[in-house]
RNA sequence: GGCCCCAUCGUCUAGUGGCCUAGGACUCCGGCCUUUCACGCCGGCAACACGGGUUCGAACCCCGUUGGGGUCACCA
């Protein structure tokens, strides 16, 4: 039986990355038949971790990774919470101590740190000297008669080779002799990440442990410690990491600022900006940026199209397959078509898998996603009155390619919901397309064409629209603009009969005229 | 700096000794279509880091160089 993990610390938010590994891991538990589990790496922090976890939990139920044990789910391995499994921890660096694999160690900071820094003073690599280091009960009655407190460390092996196989990078081998004696307990009793990582993961008995690279050094301690105490290892992974945007450095939460200096992940960051705006979002930088997946959801991606994007980072299936349903990615992922160097994160085709997926997207399903946007924008009534879903219906058809995110649907629809004395005008439109007298008589006389229409639909429009245009013998883009603009108050938008259809006559007739009044106004000033 | 990992178009990648004149995708650049925008269509630019081997033959194997990255906590 399969069973992988994914084990956050509570943050507060759900980095892209820890995705793309978690996603991995989740992949590789379904491709087998096997459990994913979630696990919190909560050992250091104490306060809200309910609150913190809220967020990172919401992440995977919005994409659709859904754990097989861990918070809120529970399982036979309860608690999944490395807070309340610290008994556990403790006993293992009993055992450790016991067998002589951990020791006492009475140094201070301060005479540790004098170490390091005449280690490096003398240009040799730092390996405590364990003076300081207790296996008796003698040794520890003299250091502690000085008041000295203890940590508990590791006992690392001093010769011979740590060699593993590594399920994306093959044999790996490390010297025992260049690892540290590392803390697994503090002073205070509490125990450190590493103790708990493997004591855990032989507890919920995990089998593949698949996470980034970063922890690819960490794993001779980690082995040291699961041998040490007879366990049987877990097949190891380490993927390669995410990095930058345009850069190999591993993609971190913190420096946002730096991102944005690369153009696509601005201009990615304000398209978000711009929605979060518009649905009167609270937002901070911190928490609300292309590098979280809130992100995603709240300006409206898909979260198929997310996680088709990720999963080609790192892997593929072969030489052409770009678009994978879940189903295909869960049958066809193996670690062994993971790629090795790390892949920088790329915004640009994040977005043509977005663009993809919401093209694909049925129109029904569309409808509902985007009418939840329009009342977070306050544009239609909670609930929405029955008029609303056909009327947007007929909109996103209109719309066409043109909505990217379900959030775009703001910026095309607000004028089809707006009353026609507050529609709002795009000011630079209006003075390229209005301000002259040509078009604004124009649009006068089109007025009174359309008034005497009798029906109104886009055929008759599209008719009634060449008519007038080559009764005038003009040009269509003379006229069809200004028209755009005195319906719209926009300078783009869908088809203009589509959009003078959807406005029906009565709207559109009104909104010329204040258009008409407004341009009046403004030549007189 | 020590240790470790990595190295194909700008980016994501295919490629496991001959099928490679190196394939696909995104981007970019032309052109077409067009009432705007967005699509769509057609076409194009663009890569095996370098140097040695091994071999009849190397993007693929070996060694070295260079470059990039990760990691070196009483963080996770």
């Known amino acids: 039986m399969v069973r992988t993990r994914f084990a956050p610390s509570p943050t507060g938010y759900l980095h892209i990355g820890g995705v793309r590994t978690a996603l991995f891991n989740w992949l590789f538990a379904k491709r087998h038949g096997g459990q994913f589990v ?33 918070p809120e789910v529970g399982g036979p391995f309860e608690p999944y919470y490395q807070s309340q499994r610290l008994e556990r921890y403790q006993t293992a660096a009993k055992k450790l101590l016991a067998d002589g694999f951990a020791y006492y160690d009475y140094a201070t900071p301060e005479e540790l740190d004098a170490e390091r820094k005449a280690a490096e003073a003398a240009k040799r690599p730092f390996q405590y000297s364990r003076a300081y280091m207790a296996e008796t009960e003698a040794e520890r009655a003299k250091w502690e008669a000085e008041g000295r407190s203890f940590v508990v460390r590791l006992k690392m092996p001093r010769e011979g080779v740590c060699a593993f196989n590594d399920s994306v990078r093959g044999d790996v081998e490390f010297q025992w002799s260049k690892e540290n004696d590392h803390v697994i307990q503090r002073a205070d009793g509490t125990c450190l990440y590493h103790l708990a990582s493997v004591v855990d993961d032989h507890d919920l008995e995990i089998t593949h442990v698949i996470r980034a690279e970063e922890h690819l050094s960490n794993t001779p301690r980690q082995i040291f410690i699961g041998q040490s105490l007879g366990y049987e290892l877990p097949q190891y992974a380490h993927l390669p990491y995410v990095a930058e945007p345009g850069s190999k450095n591993k993609l971190s939460k913190r420096k946002l600022e730096k991102y944005l200096k690369n153009a696509d992940f601005k201009r990615l960051n304000e398209h978000g900006q711009a929605i979060a705006e518009q649905i009167k979002l609270q937002t901070s930088a911190e928490t609300f940026n292309p590098v979280i997946v809130d992100f995603y959801e709240l300006t409206g991606y898909l979260p198929e199209a997310i996680l088709n994007y990720l999963v080609l980072l ?36 994040l977005w043509s898998f977005q663009d993809r997926y919401m093209q694909k997207l049925p129109l029904k399903q569309k409808t509902a996603k985007c009418l939840s946007f329009l009342q977070a924008a306050e544009l239609v009534a909670d609930p929405a009155p029955c008029e609303a879903g056909p009327k947007l219906t007929r909109i996103i058809e209109a719309c066409g390619d043109r909505l990217k995110v379900l959030g775009d649907i703001i910026a095309y629809a607000d004028y089809f919901f707006v009353a026609d004395d507050q529609m709002k005008y795009d000011e630079k439109a209006f003075a390229k397309r209005l301000s002259d007298p040509q078009p604004q008589a124009l649009l006068a006389k089109f007025r009174q064409t359309l008034a005497a229409l009798e029906t109104w639909d886009v055929a008759t429009l599209d008719k009634a629209m060449h008519d007038f245009v080559a009764a005038e013998g003009i040009k269509i883009g003379e006229i069809i603009h200004a028209v755009r603009i005195g319906t719209t108050g926009q300078g783009v938008g869908p088809g203009l009969f589509d959009c003078l259809d959807i406005l029906g006559k009565e709207s559109c007739l009104a909104r010329i005229d204040r258009t008409l009044a407004l341009a009046a106004e403004r030549n007189a000033t």
Do not use: Y
Not at 328 to 333: D, G, L, T
Not at 340 to 349: I, L
């Open 38 to 70: 979630l696990r919190i790496d909560d050992t250091d922090q104490q306060r809200n971790v309910d609150e913190a976890l809220a967020p990172i939990l919401h992440g995977f139920r919005w994409l659709g990774m859904d754990w097989d044990e861990g």
């Open 314 to 349: 790192g892997w593929s299936l072969d030489d052409k397959t770009e678009d994978l349903t879940i189903d295909e990615m869960i049958a066809n992922f193996s670690l062994e078509r993971v790629t090795k160097a790390p892949a920088s994160f790329d915004c640009k085709k």
